[in-house]
């Protein structure tokens, strides 16, 4: 049986892959009113020296239709698709 996300929870796992300050600490996914979120958390201090947690949000959906046009574009230029019609100017 596979793990299925209840609605407005989420996980977060220590980030294996931090190499810089500003990567995140952890990272992970929530389901909030049903749309699926990456989760990235830092831990930070503040001025009175106590500890607090840093969250930022980016819809699941969000990231994968930004770059999908632009993929799609230069993917059909290079197969000589619409992209590559564009240009009427070429003699052949």
Do not use: C
Not at 33 to 41: I, K, M, P, R
Not at 59 to 69: G, I, L, T, V, Y
């Amino acid at each position: 049986m596979a793990y299925e996300q209840k609605d407005n929870t989420g996980s977060l796992f220590k980030n294996e892959r931090r190499e810089k300050d500003t990567h995140a600490h952890a990272r992970g996914s929530a389901l909030i009113d049903g749309v699926e979120y990456w989760v990235d958390a830092w831990t930070n201090t503040d001025r009175n020296g106590n500890r607090y947690q840093s969250l930022k949000f980016k819809r699941k959906d969000e990231q994968h239709s930004a770059a999908q046009p632009a993929q799609a574009q230069s993917y059909a230029a290079a197969k000589g698709g619409a992209a590559a019609d564009l240009d009427d100017e070429i003699p052949f």
